[in-house]
């Protein structure tokens, strides 16, 4: 009568990149996985989360669960078993608590505390919970889980830095400038780099993106992509004064900003900042370009070596992110564990309780004659003392933690009280305490 | 009991030190609340002292610190709470800790001699000080920017680039803050001199002393030709930034100069 909860899954950590594509729950939708394993019949809980790092089923079902499931995992995406089998992992009751912390955290990322997968891990806990497929298991399993990663993220600094270049760059324009909604950018260039850095920034939602490049055309149409203005090359030193932050990505050779150019736009500016980020190689500004006052200037190599220092700041913090999760498997686990006597518990108080009505009933022509207040008093005196009688040995049953110490108890419960002979009819209280049955969408 | 605010303004300058340190949330609502406790043992104490001479005890430079730093806390618990920011609590709690050691020391409140009874005595001290204290934050925020400043430009960003708000927050509340500052300084100049004028006459000596060659009025004088720079150049020639943060800083230190040492044994005029 355990419950056994697993996890079946790949990651980038187990799967090659042409694996996991192919291995894509979320390609039909977030329901059509869930569909189709639930018409399997064999999970009374699960929750398929589907990233492109990782696809992971968390269910709740019998002990050949995770045959089947990996079964399902080669069936859904019509790969052979023997392809995906040295890819897949299998994790049981605690194991499977703790990658999924670890997961909701960021320690199981590609890039250690990345903010995203959090947000996944809810999406894929909602798609399954909207469709009735979560119950008592995974609704903890997974809340618990939302707790772990905000509190590791609150209380470490395991998401704390930028850990890309463009974020890098987006974060220091916010140092300098705080908001960035109301600044103007110049992009010198139009090629990839150029284009991707665009789309960063607009994401950002700043005022205007101009583009400016030799060739005007180029320059026209990575605007209108971006929704920006095209300058002329001419108009370089104009669109230079009216810019905020100037992303240079040019394929020149020779510097295309230098410090006698720049120095004389930064006068009509009066000193309002200047942010240049250099990502072209060769360089396209001049080094002593950052010596102006109210010029920052970053190259490729300085928000690279940015991401570095945080991507080991972040890894400096792991021990304390592992030490939460630890604490949080712990506090699962328990409730887990405890979990298993409950059928027995519940069965147990049914019978009380069945005994308690059936002594009213029996009772009945003796109390006919007793005001109603003094009727509601017996109730309550009866219920009260079937609630005390039971009070110390539902407790000593939750805490029991050894499966096969729990196993006895129930046997013994069972037999003491004939559990089992003859099941009384079930009240609300104990229905919501038992887990779902098994829904077949 | 006058020893509570200095300890409890320690304890938030601590408090204060510690969450920029670790960036624990519950140790910076901590720092508030002590900070908040000085602030109020501070007013229970200066009520007391109200209560005591029947006037407001803003006498002597002595009383003066204690004013200035009363309001100094006041305004920056009020900026704190507004922008949730408390990056700047830490410089600005030692700065109120260090000063108030003057009145823990001296806890006496010195009688109000007959040529200062008038409304415009207390108008002048309030507005000097009120401006004082907004030099101070200015003068924090100064500070921290070209910290943060200098993190960005040397393309090392650790421990203040974490902390710090942005460059541009940094700069736009200095030159508000200076802005308020100089208004109340103007203010306070201009009542100080008439009053200054009203008293020519009574036998006072120290109203007699009252003239722009003692030394306070003198260096108060500078301090406005200093503010009105900054703010001149903030406007006309661009002065933000890091020119704008060492001006404040300038400006501070002239302050903190005039208020202590110059207040304390050079003036002739404000010796109360």
């Known amino acids: 009568m355990t419950t056994r909860l697993f996890a079946v899954g790949l990651s980038h950590r187990t799967a090659p990149v042409e694996l996991r594509e192919s291995v894509d729950f979320s390609r039909g939708g977030p329901g059509e996985a869930l569909a189709a394993l639930a018409s399997r019949g064999i999970c009374q809980e699960m929750v398929v989360l589907s990233t492109c790092n990782r696809a992971e089923i968390y269910a709740v079902a019998g002990p050949d669960g995770p045959d089947t499931i990996a079964r399902f995992f080669a069936d859904y995406h019509q790969l052979p078993l023997a392809r995906l089998s040295d890819h897949l992992y299998v994790r049981r009751a605690d194991d499977a608590a703790r990658h999924l912390f670890r997961v909701a955290a960021g320690l199981d990322s590609l890039v250690v505390g990345e903010p995203q997968i959090l947000?996944?891990?809810?999406a894929a806990y909602a798609a399954s919970s909207d469709r009735g497929h979560t119950a008592a298991v995974t609704n903890?399993?997974?809340?618990?889980?939302?707790?772990?990663?905000k509190r590791v993220r609150r209380e470490t600094g395991i998401s704390e830095g930028a850990v890309s270049v463009s974020y890098a760059a987006i974060a220091l324009?916010?140092?300098?400038?705080?908001?960035?909604?109301?600044?103007?950018v110049l992009i010198l260039g139009a090629g990839g780099m150029a284009k991707l850095t665009g789309i960063h920034l607009k994401a950002q939602q700043v005022r205007q993106i101009t583009i400016a490049s030799?060739?005007?055309?180029?320059?026209?149409?990575?605007?209108?992509?971006?929704?920006?203005?095209?300058?002329?090359?001419?108009?370089?030193?104009?669109?230079?004064?009216a810019a905020d932050i100037v992303i240079t990505a040019t394929g020149a050779v020779d510097p295309v900003l230098t410090r006698a150019g720049v120095q004389e736009v930064m006068r009509p500016r009066r000193q309002r900042p200047l942010f240049i980020i250099d990502i072209a190689v060769p360089r396209d500004v001049e080094a002593s370009v950052g010596d102006l006052e109210q010029v920052f200037l970053y190259n490729i190599d300085d928000l690279q070596s940015i991401v570095k220092e945080n991507l080991t700041r972040r890894s400096s913090e792991l021990e304390r992110a592992e030490a939460i999760v630890h604490e949080e498997v712990e506090n699962f686990t328990t409730w887990l564990q405890s979990r298993d006597i409950i059928p027995t518990v519940v069965a147990l108080r049914e019978r009380f309780e069945a005994i308690r009505q059936a002594e009213l009933a029996r009772l009945e022509p003796k109390l006919a004659g007793l005001p109603p207040e003094a009727r509601a008093r017996v109730d309550e005196i009866t219920k009260l003392l079937v609630q005390k009688l039971l009070l110390t040995p539902t407790e000593q049953l939750k805490s029991v933690r050894d499966d096969s110490l729990i196993s006895t108890y129930s046997d013994a419960l069972n037999r003491l009280f004939a559990l089992e002979d003859e099941p009384p009819a079930r009240g609300e209280s104990a229905r919501k305490a038992r887990v779902s049955p098994l829904r077949r969408d | 009991m006058h020893l509570l605010p200095l300890i409890l303004y320690a304890c938030a300058a601590g408090a204060y030190l510690a969450h920029f340190a670790g960036r624990d949330r519950s140790v910076g609502r901590l720092a508030t609340?002590?900070?908040?406790?000085?602030?109020?043992?501070?007013?229970?104490?200066?009520?007391?002292?109200?209560?005591?001479?029947?006037?407001?005890p803003l006498?002597?430079?002595t009383a003066a610190v204690s004013a200035f730093v009363w309001l100094l806390g006041l305004a920056y618990l009020y900026v704190e709470l507004t922008t949730d920011e408390r990056a700047m609590g830490v410089l600005v709690s030692a700065l109120l800790a260090l000063l108030y050691v003057i009145p823990a020391l001296d806890p006496g409140v010195s009688p109000r001699p007959a040529v200062l009874q008038s409304p415009l005595f207390t108008l002048h001290v309030l507005a000097m000080l009120f401006a004082y204290a907004s030099f101070a934050l200015a003068c924090v925020l100064g500070v921290t920017y070209v910290l943060l400043f200098k993190e960005i430009k040397a393309k090392h960003l650790g421990y203040f680039y974490a902390r710090l708000p942005s460059l541009q927050v940094l700069d736009v509340m200095n030159g508000r803050v200076i802005t308020i500052g100089w208004i109340f300084l103007t203010i306070g100049i201009a009542i100080g001199g008439i009053w200054a004028s009203q008293v020519q006459s009574s036998p006072d000596p120290r109203a007699q002393a009252m003239s722009a060659a003692d030394p306070k009025i003198l260096v108060a004088l500078v301090c406005w030709g200093v503010y009105s720079f900054a703010l001149f150049a903030r406007r006309a020639i661009g002065w933000t930034g890091r020119r704008a943060a060492w001006l404040s800083a300038l400006g501070f230190v002239i302050v903190l100069l005039n208020f202590v040492p110059v207040g304390y044994f050079l003036t002739k005029s404000h010796n109360f």
Do not use: C, Y
């Open chain 1, 173 to 184: 324009a916010r140092k300098i400038f705080g908001d960035l909604t109301g600044l103007n």
């Open chain 2, 59 to 61: 006498v002597g430079t």
């Open chain 1, 140 to 149: 903890r399993l997974f809340h618990t889980a939302f707790g772990v990663g």
């Open chain 1, 119 to 122: 947000g996944q891990v809810k």
């Open chain 2, 33 to 56: 609340g002590l900070l908040g406790g000085a602030v109020l043992s501070h007013t229970f104490i200066i009520g007391m002292q109200t209560v005591q001479v029947g006037h407001a």
């Open chain 1, 214 to 241: 030799r060739t005007l055309a180029a320059a026209e149409r990575l605007a209108r992509e971006l929704d920006g203005r095209a300058a002329p090359w001419g108009d370089l030193a104009d669109a230079l004064g």
